[in-house]
Each structure stands twice: as structure tokens, then as C-alpha cells.
């Protein structure tokens, strides 16, 4: 019923881009708000973007101004495009669907209730 999954992880360079891609069920992206987390080894997941059912976004301040969240809906697919990434974006990052009648911005673990697999982002120096 429920099946998010993330990819275009890779190895970039820092000051280089790469854009995630996250295929949901018809049913989650319509209707849920979606968020991008991500975690590094030793370290909580930490917020990174969030984007509403009506296309607002709110970023991170470690991440304003360098990546940005959009969501399509005829794909089923929410995506993370990161900018000027610099080696403290290195971690593995999570899609994930909020639940039902989470407080604007959506920026807490809490207010998730499904989660993909993730995909690991690695900035070389």
C-alpha cells in the first residue's frame, strides 16, 4: 500500500550538484506532504527539506539557498536537487510522507510516518 523509494545517489564532488529522485504510490504523493532527511554514520537524521501538497517548501538552514524540493505529481515523484554541496552534505538520505495533520513546516522526525530505504550521497574533497 505504501512504498516510497529513493535514488541518484552517487559520488560528487564539493561545489558539484546531484538531484535525488523519489518514486511514491499515487495515493501517499497526492495526499501527504513529503519531507528529504539524512544521516550520517554516528549522527541523528537531521531535517532537510519538506514541500506541501500545494507545493510550499521549507529548507533547512544548512541547506537554504543550496538545494531545493519539488514534487510531480503525473510521476508519482517528489525530487531533491543539491547545489554547491560542500562535504558535511555527505550522509544517506531519506524520503519520507508525513502524516495526517502535522503542524506547517514539517520538520521533525515525528511527523513522518513512512519512510524509504534511502540513497547515500558522497561530496569528495
Known amino acids: 500500500q505504501v512504498q516510497l523509494v529513493e535514488s541518484g545517489g552517487g559520488v560528487v564532488p564539493a561545489g558539484g550538484s546531484l538531484k535525488l529522485s523519489c518514486a511514491a504510490s499515487g495515493r501517499i504523493f497526492s495526499s501527504r506532504v513529503m519531507g528529504w532527511f539524512r544521516q550520517a554514520p554516528g549522527k541523528e537524521r537531521e531535517f532537510v527539506a519538506t514541500i506541501s501538497r500545494f507545493g510550499n517548501t521549507y529548507f533547512a538552514d544548512s541547506v537554504k539557498g543550496r538545494f531545493t524540493i519539488s514534487r510531480d505529481g503525473a510521476n508519482d515523484t517528489v525530487y531533491l536537487q543539491m547545489n554547491s554541496l560542500k562535504s558535511e552534505d555527505t550522509a544517506h538520505y531519506y524520503c519520507?510522507?508525513?502524516?495526517?495533520?502535522?503542524?506547517?513546516?514539517?520538520?521533525?522526525?515525528?511527523?513522518?510516518?513512512?519512510w524509504g530505504q534511502g540513497t547515500q550521497v558522497t561530496v569528495s574533497s
Open positions: 519520507a510522507a508525513a502524516a495526517y495533520g502535522g503542524a506547517w513546516p514539517t520538520g521533525g522526525r515525528s511527523q513522518y510516518e513512512y
